[in-house]
């Protein structure tokens, strides 16, 4: 009787078999099995899109399939199938560092079995079963031992709190902290060369929280933007060391001003008045002042104006291209400019109903 092999090529002596050979046979066998149980190759599938056979050699060593670790290497410009034959009942560490983007499926060579894909990005380890569970469509299956890579896991969740261990968290431009439905909650952008940066600091009982500007700088400002005419609202509360915006202006008064208080808070023009000028309070040139405030808000705006030997005034007042008739402080509006001088108005513009505003107007004069 002949001797018959397993699906892995060890050698199944019949009795009586190999007289005189027996010995390198069985020496033959136990390298075998010391190969199955622990051994490793590699296997290149170099190429493009094809299919690498893994075969296995009756009675000889040095068959890939019957290995207990395959490293699959080499360049892969397409997708990869790497096939056993369908009778093998074993399983494998399979290794993927081939260089490319490109998949490696691992299957029987025939069937409609189940099988196990490395994806494209995933250059990992996997522990794989082969079931030789069925005689015509036997299941390839993974078992998941963790990822080496975050990237191998689409929908990674954690099981306790994340701990940097000492590290940082690298965030690539333009990417967020999402809610639970994947909603951006904060969104990051990159500068090339930053040495400032923001810092987050908690506080024990009877103390605030601090959000800070820190950084190399010695003097870093901190900077809050709302998105096109949002504002900025803060909470029931003190504010201190405010400084408000100057826009200082080469402008000589006259004709009509639009003053966008937008921009800034103090309008500064530096050149001698030429002419008795009508003040058009907006937002700006794209937003109306009624678009940006609300019913029941106000905001005062300063206007100074140089004067020189022959002095003018702010004879006319509009709030979006409509005319207003200030209060005036005193009871009166204003009907010459003070010569040589800094004239300086201030506006108090309450908005009372939808484009119905009260505006509150003063001159001073500094010399």
Do not use: C
């Amino acid at each position: 009787m002949a001797s018959t092999y397993t699906n892995l090529g060890i050698e199944l002596q019949a009795t009586g078999e190999n007289a005189g050979t027996w010995g390198t046979k069985t020496n033959t066998n136990l390298e075998l099995i010391e190969q199955i149980l622990g051994g490793f190759t590699q296997q290149s599938i170099a190429g493009g899109a094809q299919t690498t056979a893994l075969t296995i050699s009756d009675g000889a060593t040095g068959a890939t399939a019957a290995h207990r670790m395959i490293e699959f290497t080499g360049t892969i410009t397409g997708n990869q199938i790497v096939t056993i034959p369908i009778d093998v009942q074993t399983f494998y560490f399979l290794r993927n560092s081939t260089v490319g983007a490109f998949t490696v499926q691992f299957k029987y060579a025939t069937g409609s079995g189940t099988t196990f894909t490395f994806s494209a990005t995933n250059k990992g380890d996997k522990l794989i079963f082969a079931t030789a569970n069925d005689g015509t469509n036997p299941d390839i299956a993974a078992i998941d031992t963790g990822i080496t890579n975050v990237v191998d896991d689409a929908t990674p969740q954690l099981g306790g709190n994340l701990d940097g261990n000492g590290n940082n968290i690298l965030i690539d431009n333009t990417n967020f902290i999402g809610d639970e439905n994947t909603n951006e909650q904060i969104k990051f952008a990159t500068t090339a060369s930053a040495v400032n940066e923001l810092s987050v600091t908690n506080a024990a009982t009877g103390n605030g929280p601090s959000l800070s500007a820190t950084g190399t700088d010695s003097n870093v400002d901190l900077n809050i933007t709302p998105k096109g005419i949002g504002r900025v609202v803060l909470g029931a509360g003190k504010i201190q060391q405010l400084a408000e915006k100057v826009t200082n202006s080469a402008t000589a008064a006259t004709g009509t001003v639009n003053y966008d208080v937008i921009t800034q808070a103090v309008l500064n023009y530096t050149t001698d008045a030429s002419g008795n000028w009508t003040l058009n309070i907006r937002g700006d040139g794209s937003n109306s002042l009624d678009s940006i405030m609300d019913t029941g808000e106000s905001i005062t705006i300063a206007h100074v104006v140089k004067q020189g030997g022959t002095a003018y005034y702010n004879s006319a007042v509009q709030v979006d291209g409509s005319s207003v008739t200030p209060e005036w402080q005193g009871g009166s509006a204003p009907t010459a400019g003070n010569t040589n001088s800094l004239d300086t108005y201030t506006y108090t513009v309450i908005k009372t109903g939808a484009a119905t505003f009260t505006v509150l107007a003063a001159l001073t004069q500094f010399a």
